[in-house]
DNA sequence: GGCCAGGTGTAAA
DNA sequence: TTTACACATGGC
């Protein structure tokens, strides 16, 4: 069914080649991306991200010794941007001393360390792990809740009450990384054209989904 | 002008 | 253990 649906969103929407990055530093990029975006869409995300490249802030040291209201005012744009500005800090100085160490460690146990990190959830750690350092885990989004719930895969879209299980249905049959970082990516895309809030189903292209009740 | 976006932490029930 | 709320800008 996953697999499934996956070649089907493939051959919908094409290769989404996730994650975008700007700079020669895509670990650490993308790290702060995955704090920024969340709650938050990705349009307001890049400007703040643009704002840290111009200053040439995407590097650890350097986004740490700047005072932190300047941080909040540069990425004013993504939203909670006192909140993300803490969280960004508190990350980067866990990057520095772990990042090495990470990439060593075992899937579960890299994502135990981040989820020890006051800021990073389950999704944002995953979305790290998976974009950042190329280990096999698949991050659950808002998107997948609903998309999941709508095709009958779990009896409701809630993203916290079945977020391992929607995880878990998902590495069971996509073992590879690309194809784990494109489904992501592709629910993403489907999420932003069809399946949202307020459902476009009489116009979605997904076949297995119009034609279940739940769909609605 | 209201709704929503690639969530998370905390406090009350 | 579940629920409610704070955090906040910007596009449609």
Same mark, same amino acid.
């Given at each position: 069914?996953?697999?499934?649906?996956?070649?089907?969103?493939?051959?919908?929407? @094409?290769?989404?080649?996730?994650?975008?990055?700007?700079?020669?530093?895509?670990?650490?990029?993308? $790290?702060?991306? *995955?704090?920024?975006?969340?709650?938050? +869409?990705?349009?307001?995300?890049?400007?703040?991200?643009?704002?840290?490249?111009?200053?040439?802030?995407?590097?650890?040291?350097?986004?740490?010794?700047?005072?932190?209201?300047?941080?909040?005012?540069?990425?004013?744009? *993504? @939203?909670?941007?006192?909140?993300?500005?803490?969280?960004?800090?508190?990350?980067?100085?866990?990057?520095?001393?772990?990042?090495?160490?990470?990439?060593? /460690? &075992?899937?579960?146990?890299?994502?135990?360390?981040?989820?020890?990190?006051?800021?990073?959830?389950?999704?944002? *750690?995953?979305?790290?792990?998976?974009? *950042?350092?190329?280990?096999?885990?698949?991050?659950?989004?808002?998107?997948?809740?609903?998309?999941?719930?709508?095709?009958? /895969?779990? +009896?409701? &879209?809630?993203?916290?009450?079945?977020?391992?299980?929607?995880?878990?249905?998902?590495?069971?049959?996509?073992?590879?990384?690309?194809?784990?970082?494109?489904?992501?990516?592709?629910?993403?895309?489907?999420?932003?054209?069809? $399946?949202?809030?307020?459902?476009?189903?009489?116009? $979605?292209?997904?076949?297995? $989904?119009?034609?279940?009740?739940?769909?609605?």
């Amino acid at each position: 069914m996953i697999k499934k649906l996956y070649k089907k969103l493939l051959t919908l929407y @094409g290769p989404q080649n996730w994650w975008p990055v700007i700079s020669n530093n895509p670990e650490f990029e993308i $790290c702060i991306g *995955a704090i920024l975006t969340q709650n938050t +869409s990705w349009r307001n995300v890049e400007k703040a991200i643009n704002n840290l490249y111009t200053k040439n802030l995407l590097h650890p040291e350097r986004i740490l010794r700047i005072p932190l209201e300047e941080l909040s005012m540069l990425i004013r744009s *993504a @939203g909670y941007y006192n909140q993300k500005a803490q969280r960004l800090r508190s990350f980067t100085r866990f990057y520095i001393e772990n990042s090495e160490r990470l990439k060593n /460690l &075992d899937v579960m146990d890299a994502r135990r360390l981040l989820l020890s990190i006051k800021g990073i959830g389950r999704e944002t *750690a995953d979305s790290m792990l998976l974009y *950042a350092f190329n280990k096999k885990i698949f991050p659950v989004d808002t998107y997948t809740s609903r998309l999941f719930y709508r095709l009958g /895969l779990v +009896s409701e &879209d809630s993203k916290d009450k079945y977020y391992e299980d929607m995880r878990l249905m998902v590495e069971k049959e996509l073992s590879n990384m690309n194809d784990l970082k494109e489904f992501h990516a592709l629910i993403v895309m489907h999420g932003k054209t069809y $399946c949202k809030k307020k459902p476009l189903c009489k116009t $979605c292209p997904l076949q297995e $989904c119009r034609t279940k009740d739940l769909y609605i």
